[in-house]
C-alpha cells in the first residue's frame, strides 16, 4: 500500500525531561499545529527531530520509542553539534531572517552551510530508507531546503512535493544568499512546491528566472526535462476544533465587566512585532485617559528557540517594555495594562482567550501565513469580536474584513486599536462574519487535500543534474 511521507524539520510532537522524567508533548508552531490534522487522516508516516533524546536512560528512550512509533513518527535524532550548525547558526541564525527580510540579522561570519548540507542529506537517508515506490513523500519548510534535490537523485521516480510554511522573499533579497543558486536547485527537486500566498510564488519565480535562467511558462518550470510546478496553497486550521464549545474547565477566563480586552498569542518570535504592538497600546493609553482602567493587554508569548542569541535578546527587550510601560501606566486603583506571560497554554484555554477578547492584535512584520489570525476568526462562534492584522502576513491577502496595519507605523497601529475598540457592535459582526465564512470554507484539510491532488497528478520526470 502506498504511503505518504510527511518529513519536515520538528516532529508534532517534541520529547523533553520534566524532573527526570520523559514527557512527549505536542510541538508549537503552525507548521506542527496545522499539518497534525491531515496527517493524522492519512495513513502515513512522519519523519523528524524528536527533541533531544541524550538525557534519556535506556528504559527512558526504550519507552519514549514506543510512543513514537504508537504516533507514527520516526525519529531522526541530532548530535549536539548538528543542531548548533543546522539549527541554531544556518537554518533560524540565517535562512529565518533572510525570508522574513530582516537583513540586519544576518551575522557577520554565517557559518553553518556545511552542517545544514549534512543534516539535509542524513535526513535524505533515512527517508529513502523508508521509501516503498508507490508513496507520496512531502517536505516542509526552509530546514529543509535541499532535501527534494537529494531525494531526487537518491529516489529519480519518486512522486516528492514541498512546502514553504515561511515567505518567499523578493528575488532582490534573496540573493543576497551567498548559497541561493544551491538552495533553488534544491527546492527544484520536487514535482510541486507550495507556497502560502501568490505573492511568495512570484518571488520563487523571479528568483529561478534570475539566477538559473529558467523561465516559467504560467506556474511550471522546465528543469532538466522535467516539469516542476510550484503555486499558492493558502493554508488554513482545524476548523473542527476551534468551533466546538469549551468545555466547561476550560472557560475560567472571563474579562472583567467592561474591559476591553486586548490579545496577542504568539511564538516569542522577534518577526512577531510584539514590542512595536505594545507600544502602540502604550499610545492609546496614552492618548485615551477614558480608556485607562478599561483596557487591558493580554499577552501570551510562548517560548522559542531559546538557545538562539537573537531569542534571548529578543526575549529581554520584550520583558523591557513590559516593565517600562506597566511601570509607566499603572495606578494605585488600577490593575497593570499588560499582563505577559511566558509559557504555551494547551488549546482549549487558548481557545477560551479567542473567545474572551474584544480585539485580537497580529502584528508581525512578516510572516508566511499566521494560523493564530484565522484561529481566533474561527472560535468567535459568537460572531462579534474584532481583528487587527498586519498587512505583512500571509493571512491578510485572504482576510480584508480584518482591519489592516503596517506595522512599522506605531501611530496607526494605535489608531486602529482605537477605531477596532469603538467599533459598533453592527460593523463588527458584518466583518467577523465575512472573516469567519472563508477561514471555514478553507480549512487545512482543504489544503491538505488540494496540494496532494496536485501532487497526485504531477508527472515525474528524467532526473535532476546533480548539484555541483
Ligand atoms: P508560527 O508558525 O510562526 O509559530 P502561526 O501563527 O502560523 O505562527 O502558528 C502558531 C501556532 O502556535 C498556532 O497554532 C497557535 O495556536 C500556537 N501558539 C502560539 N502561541 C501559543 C501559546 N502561547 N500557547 C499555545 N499555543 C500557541
Ligand atoms: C515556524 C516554522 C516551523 C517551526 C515552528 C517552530 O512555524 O515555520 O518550521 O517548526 O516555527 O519553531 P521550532 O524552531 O521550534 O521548530
Known amino acids: ?57 535506556d528504559a527512558g528512550r526504550a519507552t519514549v520509542m514506543k510512543e513514537l512509533q504508537a504516533l507514527r513518527t520516526l525519529p531522526v535524532e541530532l548530535t549536539a553539534d548538528e543542531l548548533r550548525s543546522y539549527y541554531e547558526d544556518f537554518a533560524n541564525g540565517v535562512l529565518w531572517p533572510v525570508f522574513h527580510y530582516l537583513l540586519d540579522r544576518i551575522p557577520l561570519h554565517s557559518g553553518g552551510w556545511e552542517m545544514y548540507r549534512h543534516v539535509n542529506a542524513k535526513f535524505a537517508a533515512a527517508v529513502a530508507a523508508q521509501y516503498r515506490p508507490g508513496d507520496t513523500i512531502w517536505v516542509h519548510d526552509y530546514q529543509l531546503l535541499l532535501l527534494p534535490g537529494m531525494l531526487r537523485e537518491q529516489l529519480p521516480g519518486a512522486r516528492i512535493g514541498f ?121 492609546v493609553l496614552t492618548r485615551r485617559p477614558d480608556l485607562r482602567g478599561k483596557l487591558r493587554m493580554l499577552q501570551i508569548a510562548v517560548p522559542s528557540r531559546e538557545s538562539v542569541t537573537a531569542y534571548q535578546d529578543y526575549r529581554r527587550r520584550v520583558e523591557e517594555i513590559v516593565g517600562a510601560i506597566n511601570g509607566r501606566c499603572s495606578s494605585l486603583t488600577d490593575s497593570p495594562p499588560i499582563h505577559y ?50 498587512e505583512f502576513a500571509g493571512a491578510a491577502e485572504e482576510m480584508p474584513e480584518a482591519l489592516h496595519i503596517n506595522p512599522f507605523d506605531v501611530d496607526g497601529m494605535a489608531q486602529a486599536i482605537e477605531q477596532a475598540v469603538d467599533m459598533a457592535e453592527g460593523e463588527r459582526r458584518s466583518r467577523m462574519a465575512g472573516l469567519r465564512a472563508r477561514v471555514l470554507r478553507f480549512d487545512v484539510h482543504r489544503w491538505a487535500e488540494d496540494f496532494l491532488a496536485a501532487l497526485a497528478d504531477a508527472e515525474i520526470g528524467a532526473p535532476l543534474e546533480p548539484t555541483p
Open 1 to 57: 500500500m502506498s504511503r505518504l511521507l510527511v518529513v519536515s524539520n520538528r516532529l508534532p510532537v517534541t520529547v523533553g525531561a520534566a524532573q527526570g522524567e520523559a514527557i512527549v508533548t505536542p510541538s508549537m508552531g503552525g507548521l506542527s499545529t496545522g499539518l497534525r490534522g491531515p496527517f493524522e487522516r492519512s495513513q502515513g508516516l512522519w519523519i523528524g527531530w524528536p527533541g533531544d533524546l541524550s538525557g534519556l536512560d
Open 163 to 283: 512546502f514553504l510554511h515561511i515567505p518567499f522573499p523578493a528575488s532582490e533579497v534573496f540573493r543576497m544568499l551567498p548559497w541561493r543558486e544551491d538552495v533553488l536547485r534544491g527546492m527544484l527537486g520536487a514535482d510541486l512546491i507550495g507556497f502560502h500566498t501568490p505573492s511568495y510564488a512570484r518571488n520563487f519565480a523571479s528568483a529561478v528566472v534570475r539566477l538559473l535562467g529558467h523561465e516559467p511558462v504560467v506556474d511550471e518550470l522546465a528543469v532538466a526535462g522535467r516539469k516542476v510546478r510550484f503555486r499558492a496553497f493558502p493554508m488554513g486550521i482545524d476548523t473542527e476544533t476551534f468551533t466546538a464549545p469549551s468545555p466547561p474547565h476550560a472557560g475560567e477566563f472571563q474579562p472583567r465587566p467592561g474591559e476591553h480586552l486586548l490579545l496577542g498569542v504568539d511564538r516569542l518570535d522577534y518577526t512577531k512585532g510584539i514590542r512595536r504592538r505594545l507600544s502602540a497600546v502604550e499610545r
Open 341 to 390: 506571560m511566558y509559557r504555551g497554554f494547551p488549546q482549549e484555554q487558548l481557545i477560551s482567550l479567542y473567545r474572551a477578547a474584544s480585539v485580537m492584535l497580529v502584528t508581525p512584520t512578516r510572516d508566511g501565513m499566521n494560523l493564530v489570525a484565522k484561529e481566533f476568526a474561527a472560535s468567535r462562534t459568537d460572531g462579534d469580536g474584532v481583528l487587527v492584522l498586519s
